[in-house]
């Protein structure tokens, strides 16, 4: 099974368990669809972080987004 993009569909089921953008601070460089297809990208294709495509955002920024999903998953905070 090869990559593919999230659908319009599959990314509003996921933007439900997202939480909301914040009203102040810092703008954020990447959309979160781009930085889930990134994460995508790099766990279905099994290359570095590297090497995911710089249409998907920072590689550490999504590297990041991957360990806080894995430590909410888990309760580790």
């Known amino acids: 099974m090869g990559f593919r993009e999230l659908s319009d569909e599959e ?8 939480p909301p953008k914040p ?10 669809r781009s930085l889930i297809n990134g994460i995508l990208y790099v766990v279905t294709t099994g290359c570095r972080w ?7 955002g920072s ?11 894995k430590r909410l998953e888990y309760g580790i905070r």
């Open 11 to 18: 990314c509003g089921v996921i933007s439900s368990f997202l």
């Open 23 to 32: 009203k102040r601070g810092r703008r954020a460089l990447s959309d979160d």
């Open 50 to 56: 590297r090497e995911m495509p710089r249409k998907y």
């Open 59 to 69: 590689y550490v920024t999504a590297g990041d987004c991957l360990e806080d999903f």
